[in-house]
């Protein structure tokens, strides 16, 4: 049974998520107090973490900023709706989606099932492709989720390798973003959704360039993104 963790301290909406999350079949951990939120999420016995960005003392994006120094566990993020700093601050710390609140546990459970559809689909391409793609200098390892650019190491969060991955496969084609989150939020794109942006911009800081200094993740117009051939 997958487990889900529960990050915030808001008592009374963690208990009502636990239980419908319980009755649509997950398994749930609650941790109303941030710190142990963290350790919980580093114990490998959890397969999706949702943390609240809201929390006194250590807010969630510190929680998120920690989790991510040592793991790359799907976090989703609980945002106040409207926030849109919080939101791509999450996101380029590393999160892997989020929901505005107040948010009905039936949307969150959809968005939970779509981290793990993500996970399903990139275990199904990773066992097709047990050696490395490339293009250029980029070299992934599908199999083991890694990835390197000219040589080095790139640091990527699962999504952002989801990302990547899709576009080396389509390396010279553009991508449309719809695609893209199929790929790597498991869900299809929705109106005015930025995190396929988000993502990318922050995949794009951490490779390299082409000879030509252009980045090598281009926006097509009307269309999505491609990976430039070098």
């Avoid at 999350?21 to 350790?39: K, Y």
């Avoid at 942006?197 to 030509?212: A, E, F, M, P």
Wanted: hydrophobic letters at 40%; aromatic letters at 4%.
């Amino acid at each position: 049974m997958t487990r889900i963790l529960l990050i915030d301290d808001d008592a009374a909406l963690t208990s009502l998520l636990r239980d419908y999350l319980e009755n649509d079949g997950f398994s749930v951990r609650v941790e109303n107090a941030a710190a142990r939120g963290i350790e919980a999420a580093l114990s490998g016995e959890v397969s999706v973490a949702v943390v609240d960005v809201m929390m006194p003392q250590l807010n969630g994006l510190e929680v998120l900023h920690r989790i991510r120094e040592k793991s790359e566990l799907p976090v989703i993020l609980l945002t106040a709706r409207g926030d849109d700093i919080d939101r791509i601050t999450g996101l380029e710390l590393g999160a892997d989606d989020y929901v505005a609140k107040p948010c009905t546990p039936r949307e969150l459970a959809a968005r939970i099932r779509a981290i793990l559809r993500r996970a399903r689909i990139a275990a199904e391409s990773s066992a097709e492709t047990p050696e490395a793609i490339a293009s250029g200098k980029l070299r992934l390892w599908p199999a083991r989720r890694s990835a390197e650019w000219a040589g080095t190491a790139l640091k990527l969060t699962s999504t952002e390798f989801s990302l990547l991955e899709t576009l080396v496969r389509h390396a010279g084609r553009p991508v449309s973003k719809n695609e893209l989150s199929e790929r790597a939020l498991g869900r299809p794109l929705e109106r005015h959704d930025r995190n396929i942006d988000v993502h990318i911009s922050s995949v794009r800081r951490k490779l390299g360039t082409l000879s030509d200094g252009r980045p090598l993740i281009q926006a097509v117009h009307r269309m999505g993104y491609q990976l430039l051939e070098d």
